[in-house]
Structures are given as structure tokens and as C-alpha cells.
């Protein structure tokens, strides 16, 4: 009796673990299968951007509502192309590609002998608060696909207000006509390079009074991470041969297309901080060297860094964080004025080792400085070094150079400076007083938006311009005496003008910067002597807090 009721009992417990077993592979077979699915559609999506003549990127939520330009149904997120505008969900990926051309950069064949081009319009999705060429009235008010917009022109027509003779139409090129390079240009003068023809003067637009190209050369790591969102808002309004991302070409490379523009009409906005400017104006006299000089473009800045110091000197602004609208922007580089900006050399000797070494040369847009600044400056370079992902804030940024300057008021690492350097202005030995610091300006401001030079602006001083081919020499007696001229609670020590600067570390180890690059350095000789000029431009509608300040005390 006991046998026959253990095999009843040993077949429930088969039945049992079966079960359970069941329990636990099945969602985990059922996740995996998901998985596996979700890897092959994204590495199917990967693949038609990788083909692509469009701009693909992916979003997981739109900013605005949307909609399908194959299925027309609502979507929250998909694909959307940052040249010509065009939203997709999934599933309607593959046909959209197939279907829709996007911005042509050049026309081919037949479609390249005109000397002007049909609008190219797409429908659905079109911006907010957009009006419709013909009736003047507000487009995409419906909550479905409708109205369109031409990725060129940027005009947008009502369903019911297009008709054949607008397919037809030939594209004015709308507000921004001055500053895009059309696709037929681009074509003839393709086609007369082949030929060794170099006439460029009577093709359209060249041959046009007004017409300024404009270059965009965004670097996407600088600062806050807008260059990716910037890039793709200059590609909508412009010819995307104009834009570059610096993280994928060189300046230099990128330079090149100038040579197919208009001699001393071409204007190049850098989207980035002081160093990718100065990036950019190397490229710039490397066009020199080759021989390209007719063909050197005017600078406008757009400052994503941290610092910006030379784009708040040419009335550019202190910081971007995506408050002015990118058409105005492109306004601002159409209205603003060339000036020149001087560009020195900063040579590096250092002593001993029989003059076996090279000098080390640098070239200085902004400032050049040794002491506690330049401390401050390496410090944080060497944290960020560490730990990059940290430093995606202005904010954060500041706060660390905040902390480092905190922390050198209490230690002093560079006091009794005077002792251990020598400083010649123009020959001229100059005597030093009790100092940590010594900083040599070419430009307004420094250290993020002060003014050092002037200070509180109580004293007489001589004018400071940065196309003078003069410097300005000050020194400061410590991160606490920065931080009081930073808010107008203290003067600096003006230690004078020059053309030529010569300072001479005698002895022991100090940190130094040219243009917010610190390294530490031995004894040496340094010598700063100029070296050329770049052509900027300067945003005269741009104010900067120091004209705040200035409107608010006449006030």
C-alpha cells in the first residue's frame, strides 16, 4: 500500500517542478525574444541610415506634435531628417527613404544648367506659427499631416492654397538667399573646374552685389553639447555643404570650399569656444601659406565654451544656451562688421639641455599668463582629463574652477612670483612689486567676462584695443585679488604697454596658459612678439553686461 501511493505522489511532484520551470523560462524566453527583435530592427534602422542620402537621426519623443509623412498617423517618436525636415515612424522608415529626395547639395544631369531651381516641398509637420504664402494665414492649425514647406525657401502653402503653378515655381531661396550657396552654383562651377575654366564671375549668384555664402563649423564637444542640436538647425536653413561638424573635418579641409566662393565674401561662423576659434584661424593662415589669401573668409562666433572671453570682446555674447532663435543668428552674421583682431606669437625657450630643444611656439588670440590663474587652469584640466563625463555644463565648469581658486587662496602655491621672474617691456626691464600672478592681455575681457584692465574703471588708463598691435601687462596678488576684480572691488597692478613682451622664469617649476591651454613649466624664456592679423566680425547689436552696467549708472 505504501508503494502505490509514493508513485502518484512522485508524478505530482514531476508535474509541480514542470510547472515551475515553466514559470521561470517562459518570461525569460519571452524577454529575449523581445531583445533579439529589438536589436534587429535597430540594426535594420542603422543600416537605411548608414545608406541614406538623408540625414537620419532617431528620437525617442518629439519636441512638437507629429506626424507620419507616409502613414500620416500621430507619432511620438520616430526618425526625422535634420537637412530636409522629414518625420517617419518605424515601421514607414524604409518607404520614406525611398520615396522622399532630400536637400540635393548640387543638382546632376539635366537639372544642373539653370541658373535657378523649383521649390521643394514637403508636406506636413511645418514649423509653428508659420504663414501661408498665399492667403497670409496660419499653417498647420489641423491636428493631422497637412500644409507644406519648401526646404529651401522655408515658405509654407495650405493644402487647399497649392496649386500647379507653385510645384513649378522657382525658388527665391527666401530671407537667407545672401548667405546659402544654391545647388546650382555648385553644379557650374563643378563642371567649369572640370574644364580648367575659372570665370566664376558670370554665374549666378556669384555675379550677385550682395551675396555673402556663409560657413558653419560647429564643434559638438565644446561646452553644453548644443553643437549637435545646432547642426541640424543650420542644415534646415542652409545648404548642408555648409556646415561641418569639426568632431568628423578639420578646419583646414573644410576651409577649402572658400576657394570655390567669391574672393573676400565668404563669412565663417564658428560654433564653439575660444579654443575651436582659434582652431579655425590656424586653418585660416594655413590659407595664407598656401597662397589662398584672396579667399580668406571673415569670423563670427556663436560661444558654446566655457570661458568665451574673445566672442564677448567682438559683441558676440558671454554664452549660448539656445535663447535667440537660429534665423536670428544668421541675422546678426549678415548685419555684423569685419574688424581686425591682432594674433601673436608665443615662443618658449627653455634653459639648459645646450639649446638642443626646440622652442616651444604657441599662437595667442586671447592672454597669456603665469601664476594663479593658470593654476587654476591646469587643475581643472587634469580633472577633466580624468573624468570627462562630468564636465557636459558650463555651470559645472565654473563651479570647479570656483573650487580650485577657493582652495589656492589658502595654499598660495604661486606667491613671491616677482622673485623668481624677470619682465622686460620693449626692451625695458620693468620692476616687479609683491605679485603671484602676471597676465599679458590682447583682448577686453578675461577670466568669463571681466574686464581686467580697466578694473573698477576709478583710475586713468590708457585705451586698450586688440587691433593695436599693443599688450596689455598687469599683475594680481592672488586668486583672492582676481576674484575682487571680477567684481569690481579691486584694480589690478598695470605693470604698462608693449609690442614685445620678454618674461624669464629663473628658477623653479610654474604653471602657465596661452588661451585657457596650462601646461607646467621650467625655467625658460618667453617671448611674445605679434605675429599677423585675422579678419572678424563684430556684433554691434549684441550688448554685453558691462553696457548694462554702463546704461544703468546713467541711469
Known sequence: MEGSGDAPRAGADWRLALWTLCSVLLPVLITAWCSFQRSRRQLLIRDIFRKSKHDWHYTDLFGQPSYCCVCAQHILRGAFCSCCGLRVCERCLKKADQRFLCKEIMLRGAAAAPGSMPHHWIRGNVPLCSCC????????????LCDYR??????TVHDECMVDSLRTEDCTFGEFKDLIIPPYYLSAINQMRKEKRTSYEKVVPYCRKHWMPVMVLANTRSGNNMGEILLGEFKMLLNPVQVFDLSKIAPAKALQLCTWLPCNAVRVLVCGGDGTVGWVLDAIDEMKIKGQERYIPQVAILPLGTGNDLSNTLGWGAGYAGE???????????????????????????????????????????????GPDALMALNFHAHREKTPSLFSSRIINKAVYF?????????????????????????????????????VLNIGYWGGGCRLWEGMGDEPYPLARHDDG?????????????????????????????HTVRLILKSSKMPMQVDGEPWAQGPCTVTITHKTHALMLYNSGEQTDDDDDASSLSE
Request: charged share 25%; aromatic share 8%; glycine share 6%.
Open 133 to 144: 504664402m498665399v492667403c497670409k494665414q496660419q499653417c498647420g492649425t489641423q491636428p493631422k
Open 150 to 155: 519648401c526646404v529651401w525657401c522655408q515658405y
Open 324 to 370: 535667440v532663435p537660429v534665423e536670428q543668428i544668421l541675422r546678426n552674421v549678415m548685419e555684423a562688421d569685419g574688424i581686425k583682431l591682432d594674433r601673436w606669437k608665443v615662443q618658449v625657450t627653455n634653459k639648459g639641455y645646450y639649446n638642443l630643444r626646440k622652442p616651444k611656439v604657441f599662437t595667442m588670440n586671447n592672454y597669456f599668463s603665469i
Open 403 to 439: 573650487f580650485y581658486g577657493t582652495k589656492d587662496c589658502l595654499v598660495q602655491e604661486c606667491k613671491d612670483l616677482n622673485k623668481k621672474v624677470e619682465l622686460e617691456l620693449d626692451g625695458e626691464r620693468i620692476k616687479l612689486p609683491n605679485l603671484e600672478g602676471i597676465i
Open 470 to 498: 599693443l599688450l596689455e601687462v598687469v599683475g594680481v596678488h592672488g586668486s583672492f585679488h582676481c576674484a575682487q576684480i571680477q567684481v569690481k572691488l579691486a584694480n589690478p597692478v598695470r605693470l604698462g604697454q608693449a
